[in-house]
């Protein structure tokens, strides 16, 4: 049996220098200096970018109205006064669904141009806010004003 010879690998070809890139040429091997660099493939981001909160919520204000237009009118009527903001409901007290109608009259809306032009404005305005601002303050912004 022949025992094969294994070059011994010295401290020297171990050691690399991390503060600049290796550049590799074809088959693996560092390229002189001086040659040419390929081009970097450009990171392609999109265009429009709705963060995750102001998506949920043009999503569920459109859901609403969407439901609402297939209500029967006697029933749109009754969703419109149990979870429509009435001050009056609220300071008399007589009704146990006035404080959470605070929160759900947001969701309603009267005419599909009014529900564009909030959810245009909820868009512009929405990613301004939820980004500096972070998710759970900017929704209980939302949902408490």
């Excluded at 043009?58 to 209500?71: E, T």
């Excluded at 429509?84 to 669904?97: I, K, N, S, T």
């Excluded at 909030?118 to 408490?144: D, T």
């Amino acid at each position: 049996m022949v025992a094969e010879h294994k070059p011994a690998v010295t401290s020297a070809i171990a050691i690399q220098n991390f503060s600049e890139p290796p550049q590799q040429g074809s088959g693996g091997t560092p390229e002189p200096a001086g040659a040419p660099v390929p081009p970097e493939v450009p990171v392609r981001e999109p265009a429009f970018r709705i963060p995750p909160v102001t998506g949920w919520l043009i999503g569920l204000n459109v859901a609403v109205h969407i439901a609402r237009a297939f209500l029967p009118p006697a029933h749109a009527a009754e969703v419109e006064t149990t979870l429509g903001f009435d001050p009056a409901r609220l300071v008399l007290g007589h009704d146990p669904h006035a404080l959470a109608s605070l929160v759900t009259y947001q969701f309603l809306h009267g005419s599909w141009e009014h529900l564009a032009l909030n959810m245009v404005s909820l868009l512009a305005f929405g990613p301004g806010i939820e980004g500096p601002l972070g998710r759970f303050k900017y929704l209980a912004i939302y949902l408490l004003s």
